[in-house]
Structure formats: C-alpha cells, structure tokens
C-alpha cells in the first residue's frame, strides 16, 4: 500500500507564501491525493484533489490562494498571501486499488 | 449543502461497546461511499474504515478488524458504526466523512466528530 511522506512543521510571515510537499512512496508516484486542512480543535476540511498531472479540483469555497501542484511522486499545497486563519494542519490523503485508505503524518504550519 | 453529523460518543470501558451513527443530509446518499476516520488526542488522521454505495462492500483498518462493523441504511440516510471490544487506544474523535465517488476514493466532506472515550 502506498505510504505519504509529510514534513512535520512549516512556517512562513504574514502575507506570503508556504509551499507543503507530500511524498508518495516508491510505486505509487501516478496516484491522485488530496489535502485536508484542520484548525486548532475542529474537524478536517477537504482542500482539493490533486493528480499526477498537477491538475487539480478545489472544494466549495476554499479561497484562490490554496493551490495544487506536481512533480513525480512529490504533491505540492501551496498557500500564498498567508493569512492568520491559515494557521492549521495539512493532510495529505490518498487510497489504492485494494481500498486502503492513507493519510500523511502532517505538517504544522505556522503564521509569523 | 452536504452536512454529516455524527452521535452516539461517550465514555465506555475496556471491553464495552458503542454505536456512533451519522446523519447525512444535501446529497443523494445511497450513491456515494462513506468512511470513518479517527484521531486518537494528539495525533494525526486514522483511517477505520469504508462502506461502497450499490453492492456494500466493506474494508477495515487491521488494528479494528473482526471488532468493528461499518453499515449504512439508505432509507434513513444514516451510516453506522458498531465498536464491539473496545480498547483504551480506541479513544479518538471519530470523524465520517463523504467519499467523492460511489468506492474508496478521496474525501470531499467531514462530519464535526464525536469523541469515544475508553476508560475505567
């Protein structure tokens, strides 16, 4: 089964940009993922499904400044014009043909 | 707009049961799969397990497989899950969330959680 790789914490100033990576294990580079952001004790919220293409489907309303991106079995999150509200967790979550469900450990990011 | 909301958390102990229900409502229900996910305090997202829409196949996370059972009734627009022999590393929010499509694919909509705690 696929394995997502996630570094542990990200931080960036007010106003510009983070970019998160997310790994996906050795096999498993043309798998479609998609990000999940959870504030400080509330639920998960779905961001957007990206595909090995770099094309991606962002969910209701979340604001043009989330972005999608790709480079072989690296996924990108990028968040520009950083905003306090931006301050959260980021899952990356994937799944595969025997229909186990993986998430990424997380990333931390913080605003400066 | 799609809601889930989840019930039926509590403080159980080792060895007890639970029944967490979901209610869905702003989407055609009967034609989507549906997945539980928890987090244990502190820690990050854990898949527990997902039901397809049409034929109902089910999968489970290997650490609650033969424990837990995940069901869903159409009429009612409710999903469910059935935690028999619960452990204290059972104790997490427990999340239900939307799939995008009819089988495991990637999550689209979260329910708020409801927190299971196994306790004596």
């Known amino acids: 089964q696929p394995v997502l790789t996630q570094s542990s914490s990200a931080s960036a100033s007010l106003g510009s940009s983070v970019k998160l990576t997310c790994t996906l294990s050795s096999g498993h580079s043309s798998y479609i993922i998609a990000w999940h952001q959870q504030q400080s004790g509330k639920a998960p919220r779905y961001l957007m499904k990206l595909e090995s293409s770099g094309s991606y489907n962002k969910g209701s309303g979340v604001p043009d400044r989330f972005s999608g991106s790709s480079s072989g079995a690296d996924r990108y999150l990028t968040i520009s014009n950083l905003q306090s509200e931006d301050e959260a967790d980021y899952y990356c979550?994937?799944?595969?043909?025997?229909?186990?469900?993986?998430f990424g450990t997380g990333t931390k990011v913080t605003v400066l | 707009e799609v809601q889930l909301l989840e019930s039926g958390g509590g403080l159980v102990q080792p060895g007890g049961s639970l029944r967490l229900s979901c209610a869905a409502s702003g989407f055609t229900f009967s034609t989507y799969a549906m997945t539980w996910v928890r987090q244990a305090p502190g820690k990050g997202l854990e898949w527990v397990s997902v039901?397809?829409?049409?034929?109902?196949?089910?999968y489970y996370a290997d650490s609650v497989k033969g424990r837990f059972t995940i069901s869903r009734d159409n009429s009612k627009n409710t999903l469910y899950l059935q935690m028999n022999s619960l452990r204290a590393e059972d104790t997490a929010v427990y999340y239900c969330a939307k799939e995008r499509q009819q089988k495991t694919s990637t999550l689209d909509y979260w329910g708020q959680g409801t927190l299971v705690t196994v306790s004596s």
């Open positions: 039901i397809s829409a049409g034929d109902n196949s089910t």
């Open positions: 979550e994937t799944w595969d043909s025997n229909t186990v469900k993986v």
